[in-house]
């Protein structure tokens, strides 16, 4: 058990349908990372945030997908419209104050589009 | 794109030792090697992670070759509960700390 929670461990919707998915890192690191992992591959950094601020989005991020850490505490990762191709793990990390210090990853909430 | 080499899939016999390499030669000088495990279906796993100097914990030792361009994870008494993905990552930049995952190693270990 590593400290970092998310929920729901598994998601099933109908395409075009709104997610939302909650991340609870551990609770005294500052930096939150979202991941997401399709069938066979590696996680793929999705965005982080340092406190409350976001401070890198990737390019997978579409304009669909929105993340927020409104205290600096949890946060939400939600998907609009849903399309199949978003059908993935999405996986959450925490790591602590200075950078470079490890990510402890959650169990992931599991995405399926129908 | 990951900036480390792994083999796609290796067997262990249980009890035996597992070497898992992973080749890095583009590694620059303040840039550390982690080691993560996913279990399928589970998020990854922290095992270890190294500068320049080998590293051992409960779970694993972590050999750096001098040059730093390869290391090697090394499990030694393999259980079939280690069977899962291994990664090697090559931490990235100055301003973020992302990890950039390949496919990792299949481990499977086998009665």
């Known amino acids: 058990d590593t400290g970092v929670s998310q929920d729901p461990r598994h998601k099933i919707t109908k395409r075009g349908q709104n997610v939302t998915f909650r991340c609870d890192p551990i609770?005294?690191?500052?930096?939150l990372y979202w991941y997401r992992q399709t069938l066979g591959q590696g996680p793929e950094f999705l965005t982080y945030?340092?406190?409350?601020?976001?401070?890198?989005k990737s390019r997978l991020l579409s304009d669909r997908f929105s993340a927020e850490r409104p205290k600096g505490s949890f946060s939400t990762l939600e998907i609009q419209r849903t399309e199949q191709g978003d059908s993935a793990m999405y996986l959450c990390?925490?790591?602590?104050?200075?950078?470079?210090?490890?990510?402890?990853f959650g169990p992931g909430t599991r995405l399926l589009v129908l | 794109d990951a900036k480390t080499t792994q083999p796609p899939s290796m067997d262990c016999a249980e009890g035996r030792a597992a070497n898992l390499p992973c080749n890095h030669s583009?590694?620059?000088?303040?840039?550390?090697v982690y080691w993560y495990r996913q279990i399928h279906s589970q998020g990854p796993q922290y095992i270890i992670h190294?500068?320049?100097n080998n590293e051992t914990n409960e779970m694993a030792s972590l050999i750096i070759t001098e040059d730093r361009k390869s290391s090697t994870l090394i499990l030694p008494h393999a259980t079939l509960r280690d069977t899962a993905v291994y990664y090697c990552?090559?931490?990235?930049?100055?301003?973020?700390?992302?990890?950039?995952f390949g496919t990792g190693t299949r481990l499977q270990v086998f009665p």
């Open positions: 990390a925490s790591n602590g104050l200075t950078g470079g210090e490890t990510q402890y």
């Open positions: 609770s005294e690191h500052n930096r």
């Open positions: 945030f340092q406190n409350e601020a976001q401070l890198e």
């Open positions: 583009t590694i620059s000088g303040n840039e550390y």
């Open positions: 190294g500068l320049k």
């Open positions: 990552i090559v931490r990235v930049g100055d301003n973020t700390d992302k990890l950039i």
